[in-house]
């Protein structure tokens, strides 16, 4: 049993565009020749989903991930929404509590963190979307 990571683009009337994942590894480290010219000035949504494959035909989802990424007006992801997403996420990681320190203390910023990601990076598709979504990945 192997797994597999398919990467699905979803426009503003729920179409699901497949998105090979190298294009898509380009697209988040913004190669100057992987532009998304059609999406200028917008936020697309897309969904991350693990497949659970046997011989090589995809048996069950292990996981399904839904995010944003925000384009540029020159059709790139914006950097600063990069780095924004990657310094949220830094921010959900548990604090240490180091010896010493009062019990009566509560460490919380990770729950706020946690909370801001899904805010702001995180969207949830209807269930008849989620469905076609699905369905595109068994046939």
């Known amino acids: 049993m192997g797994l597999s990571l398919r990467i699905y683009f979803i426009d503003d009337d729920d179409k699901i565009i497949r998105i090979p994942l ?15 010219l059609e999406y200028k000035n917008s936020r697309i949504r897309y969904a991350e989903i693990i497949l659970e494959l046997e011989n090589r035909k995809p048996v069950s989802i292990a996981r399904a991930i839904y995010r944003y990424l925000q384009v540029d007006s020159e059709g790139k992801v914006e950097q600063d929404f990069i780095d924004k997403e990657l310094q949220v996420a830094m921010g959900m990681v548990p604090s240490i509590q180091l010896p010493g320190t ?4 509560i ?10 990601f899904k805010d702001e990076f995180v969207w949830t598709p209807s269930h008849e979307l989620e469905q076609e979504i699905f369905n595109k990945l068994f046939k």
Request: a positive charge.
């Open 22 to 36: 190298t294009r898509f590894e380009r697209i988040r480290d913004r190669h100057p020749k992987e532009l998304l």
């Open 102 to 105: 009062p019990e009566n203390i």
């Open 107 to 116: 460490h919380a910023s990770n729950k706020f963190a946690q909370k801001r």
